[in-house]
């Protein structure tokens, strides 16, 4: 039986990780940047520090202690139409994912060949 790789295959390519820094390239917030705080893989999106606010109206509820008003919260960003900010060069860049010798898997920066 031939030894296929396939763990590949079923995993989820996951090209963003927590503690990122992306830019969006596409809608309301395209062009800035800023720091994922979450990853929602079965969404295939990511919430970004900063970035992409709605307006959440609540009513004031004594129970849990918060008051009412308009409070401002991160919502999701649909990963295709979010770019990794490379940390050694700066650019929003692709990632090629690799596997290194001991195994662990790393990305690595298309343009400078950072590895992270
Ligand atoms: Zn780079």
């Not at 990853?39 to 849990?64: C, E, F, S, W």
């Amino acid at each position: 039986m031939a030894k296929q790789a396939v763990a590949v295959k079923d995993r989820i390519k996951q090209r963003i990780r927590r503690g990122d820094t992306v830019i969006v390239r596409k809608g309301r917030e395209a062009g800035k940047s800023g720091k994922v705080i979450r990853v929602l893989r079965q969404k295939d999106a990511v919430l970004v520090q900063g970035l992409n606010y709605v307006k959440k109206h609540t009513r004031p509820n004594p129970q849990i202690g918060r008051q009412g008003g308009v409070m401002e919260k991160e919502s999701m960003i649909r990963m295709p139409n979010v770019m990794v900010v490379c940390p050694q060069c700066e650019a929003p860049t692709r990632v090629a994912r690799k596997t290194i010798e001991d195994g662990k898997r790393v990305r690595e920066c298309k343009k400078c060949s950072y590895q992270f």
